[in-house]
């Protein structure tokens, strides 16, 4: 981790989902669809829910792919799933069966290192994320929060060049999303790994990121990009600031500038 790979361009994409009915035609969801998310840096896309966010996560994973335009990352095209680039879902993915330390030791075995060459890695993930004491847990023992902590985990220890977070903490009370957030901010300080995280909440994306990408309602497209020049290591104590407040106000007027107003 720490490296400088990771990096995503996209270029006029175009993404739609067949309608319910033969004769219903085809929704499009992302429209025109640019973008550069920087390596070695905590890029965070933005938007109202249903405008495209989960759809765009997908095509960068490779779980999707465009209907049309071009996607690199690494100026390659991105053609199918692949082990540099990790997902993690709104939803849990630990294994229900499996305690913690054999949820995060799955992905190494899978692809066919040993349990003892992998544990030493898998052990010191979770020891990081204070889960040291929960290895022989099962995840249904665990709170939301330590879940959330045990799937970072299980991610990392694959060794990705770039993480995908789709809303990774919506559903959490307040006091644990923002320990969360924490927890992935000084990660991220930690090691720049390259990261796209993908939240409809302004404070979160403020807090985390580098630059924040915000998307226009479906038909999605990035219609703004702000840089958010507040320093780092980065504390909770930054949200109290002018520059805050005045980032803060920047990226609203561009939401709503973004957004389709419907007919009162």
Request: proline share 5%.
């Amino acid at each position: 981790m720490g490296d400088t790979t990771g990096e995503f361009v996209g270029t006029g994409l175009y993404k739609s989902y067949a309608g319910a009915g033969a004769d219903t035609p085809a929704a499009p969801v992302l429209a025109d669809c640019s973008f550069h998310f920087e390596a070695g840096k905590l890029n965070v896309v933005m938007g109202t829910s249903g405008c495209g966010k989960s759809t765009l996560a997908y095509l960068l994973a490779g779980y999707q792919t465009p209907d049309r335009g071009t996607l690199l990352i690494d100026g390659e095209p991105v053609t199918g799933a692949g082990s540099d680039r990790l997902l993690v879902f709104q939803e849990t993915a630990l294994w229900p069966w499996m305690t913690v330390e054999e949820n995060v030791l799955f992905g190494p075995v899978s692809r066919g290192q040993s349990r003892q060459s992998a544990r030493p890695k898998a052990n010191a993930l979770l020891d990081r994320f204070g889960l040291a004491d929960f290895k022989d847990k099962y995840p249904s023992q665990l709170s939301g929060g330590m879940m959330r902590r045990a799937e970072l985990a299980q991610a990392l220890v694959n060794n990705p060049k770039v993480m995908i977070l789709d809303e990774p903490f919506r559903g959490l009370d307040v006091m644990t999303r923002e320990l969360m957030q924490e927890y992935y901010l000084k990660l991220f300080e930690d090691t720049r790994l390259s990261t796209v995280f993908i939240t409809a909440e302004l404070e979160e994306a403020l807090f985390l990121a580098d630059r924040i990408y915000i998307m226009s309602d479906a038909p999605s497209r990035i219609v703004k990009i702000i840089d958010v020049d507040l320093p780092r290591p980065r504390e909770i104590s930054c949200t109290a600031t002018r520059r805050y407040a005045e980032l803060e106000q920047e990226a609203l007027t561009a939401l709503y500038e973004g957004r389709e107003l419907e007919a009162l």
